[in-house]
């Protein structure tokens, strides 16, 4: 599985945002995804988690109520909807594939991870 995410850039301190991850194979459809990023100098941080149908969703604290994760099956790819943004979302977003139907907060529960897209978020 290759998954490559999209979308990145760089936005004002309130605004929104929408990155994209597509999977290049079908068995996108039978595993959880998970949104996860990365600040300089910080340890890669959970984000967002979705189940294989889009019926359960996860988020971290610091996202809830800002962030959306959904996904579309159909064109094997994972979307996350961020507004409200902030300085310090800034950080480079990995999307990942999980090893069960289900997301995780824990990056060992993932076993394939796309190359990230970059997000800036200005003050």
């Known amino acids: 599985v290759q998954l490559q995410a999209s979308g990145g850039g760089l936005v004002q301190a309130g605004g929104s945002l929408k990155i994209s991850c597509v999977a290049s194979?079908?068995?996108?459809?039978?595993?959880?995804m998970g949104w996860f990023r990365q600040a300089p100098g910080k340890e890669r941080e959970f984000v967002a988690a979705i189940s294989w149908n889009g019926g359960d969703t996860s988020y971290a604290d610091s996202v809830k109520g800002r962030f959306t994760i959904s996904r579309d099956n159909a064109k094997s790819t994972v979307y996350l909807q961020m507004n409200s943004l902030k300085p310090e979302d800034t950080a480079v977003y990995y999307c990942?594939?999980?090893?069960?139907?289900?997301?995780?907060?824990?990056?060992?529960?993932?076993?394939?991870w796309g190359r990230g897209t970059l997000v800036t978020v200005s003050s």
């Open positions: 194979r079908r068995m996108f459809g039978n595993n959880g």
């Open positions: 990942a594939a999980a090893r069960k139907a289900y997301g995780s907060r824990r990056l060992s529960d993932y076993n394939y």
